[in-house]
């Protein structure tokens, strides 16, 4: 059998292909045919550009081809035909049609507009939407962009357990993993609460909201690690950009400060906005004119844009200032809310801004205090239309502050023993971030709900597919 090509290949260098003999396989997208003539617009996913097939009646099959629905797979053989003329630069002229899987007419996805709404009830079959495809192939490469950037800086790649016994937000908002038969979970006899020492891992086991924790051990070693992986968070959140199955990638750095960190997530960002631009340029078109004008030009501005810095004091000022009505109230030691992240980067500076020095009560207990006791070394990254992106501090490095902070908020010290002992042995200046993967894919495509970034998503009361 011949080799198969993929369409993305034959584009890139098609002078090279010209009046060569090729094996495409791919689905129909659309299909039109008289009585000795047929065409076929052939999509494989390898890009956004499809490939026009001429089938001839000469085939001994033609009739069955020109009966074929769209989304049918097959496999053709044939010339590669250069048309200087068309609007398309070639097409490929079939001597051979293999049909593999017909696709009758109640195929859900025929050639029209569906809403989002609809395609995530489908979510199975969307992939082939050129939506989709292109926020799948979006992501794809912005994955591997994190990764180039990040070992060039000569980072090493970690994988942080999946499964935990530390909440390492400290926020409670997590998911139990447990073998108990639900139906007869055991109790301790004096107060009913569950007995997790009888369960699989002996003690509370759940999803991890974080790989935090446990890349801080690495980072104490290996100096310069990341985690790029699933988290899960058990937040009651019914919100476009919440999801309870997330994608994050954790930088971890030792001898680093809150502004190093600040410097890093910049720079990584442009650079993955910088590869998007350079690798996706289809799929951005596509998207631009579907949903947003402006995508590419704001991608553009973003990539050479000095991010604007502002501490959490300033920007309570700003918004209290502003005149604005906001939903949720503004005062000094209360969280910001998505609609007063969007307001200070969309509105006030028209940019990527961060925000640093957060009061300490509203950050999680390993963030490194300030001088002022009121404040920590956080910085949130804050993206116009979307809000918070990246969150990050630099650490406690200090034992006896961390041991005093765990015991302020009621946590158990004892729980944090192995966390503690990097206090303990060669403790160091370190910091680092998360960045929310799904949400910098929204700032790419410039799609708003985080559910159509996400293959399956999995939100609240809902876990299909
Ligand atoms: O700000 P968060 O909660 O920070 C941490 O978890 C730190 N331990 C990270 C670190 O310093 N290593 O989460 C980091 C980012 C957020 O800025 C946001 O982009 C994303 O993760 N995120 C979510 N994305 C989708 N759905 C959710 N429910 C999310 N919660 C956080
Ligand atoms: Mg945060």
Request: with cysteine.
């Amino acid at each position: 059998m011949m080799k198969k090509t993929q369409i993305e290949k034959i584009y890139e260098n098609y002078e090279d292909f010209t009046g060569q003999s090729l094996l495409v396989c791919g689905w129909i997208r659309s299909l039109r045919s008289s009585k000795n003539i047929g065409f076929i617009t052939l999509g494989d996913g390898s890009c956004h550009r499809t490939l026009q097939i001429v089938f001839k009646e000469e085939l001994k099959n033609f009739d069955e081809i020109s009966r074929l629905g769209v989304g049918s797979s097959i496999g053709v053989t044939g010339i590669l035909v250069a048309t200087p003329k068309a609007k398309q630069p070639f097409e490929l002229h079939a001597n051979n049609i293999s049909i593999y899987g017909e696709s009758p007419s109640d195929y859900p996805l025929q050639k029209k507009k569906h809403s989002l709404e609809f395609l995530r009830t489908i979510a199975h079959l969307r992939p082939r939407t050129n939506t989709f495809l292109a926020v799948f192939r979006i992501r794809s490469n912005a994955s591997l962009a994190m990764h180039r950037f990040l070992q060039e800086d000569g980072f090493n790649y970690i994988h942080t357990p999946i499964i935990t016994s530390s909440d390492a937000e400290g926020a409670g908002e997590v998911f139990t993993v447990t073998d108990f038969n639900l139906e007869k979970i055991p109790k301790t006899d004096q107060n009913e609460k569950v007995d997790f020492s009888k369960d699989f891992f002996g003690k509370h086991a759940m999803l991890t909201v974080s790989g935090q924790l446990q890349a801080e051990c690495m980072a104490m070693a290996l100096s310069k690690v990341y985690t790029f992986g699933p988290t899960f968070r058990a937040e009651n959140s019914n919100t476009q950009r919440h999801a309870a199955e997330f994608w994050m990638l954790e930088p971890e750095v030792a001898f680093a400060n809150l502004n190093d960190m600040i410097e890093l997530s910049s720079r990584l960002v442009k650079y993955v906005v910088k590869s998007t631009l350079e690798s996706c340029e289809y799929d951005l078109e596509f998207l631009a004119k579907t949903y947003d004008e402006s995508l590419i030009s704001r991608l553009e501005k973003t990539t050479d844009e000095d991010f604007e810095v502002i501490d959490y004091t300033k920007a309570i000022d700003l918004l209290l200032k502003s005149g604005h009505n906001f939903e949720y109230g503004v005062e000094w030691g209360r969280d910001l809310q998505t609609e007063h992240e969007k307001y200070l980067s969309q509105t006030v500076f028209g940019k990527p801004i961060f925000v640093t020095d957060y009061p300490k009560d509203i950050k999680a207990f390993y963030m490194r205090q300030n001088g002022d006791g009121k404040t920590v070394a956080a910085m949130d990254m804050l993206f116009p239309s979307i809000g918070e992106i990246v969150g990050g501090s630099q650490r406690e490095e200090r034992l006896d502050i961390l041991c005093e902070r765990i015991k302020e908020l009621g946590l158990k010290e004892k729980n944090y023993w192995w966390y503690l002992d990097l206090r303990r042995y060669g403790s160091v200046e370190h910091a680092g971030f998360g960045l929310g993967f799904e949400r910098l894919i929204m700032y790419l495509t410039s799609l708003t709900n985080i559910r159509d970034v996400l293959l399956f998503p999995r939100t609240v009361k809902n876990a299909d597919f």
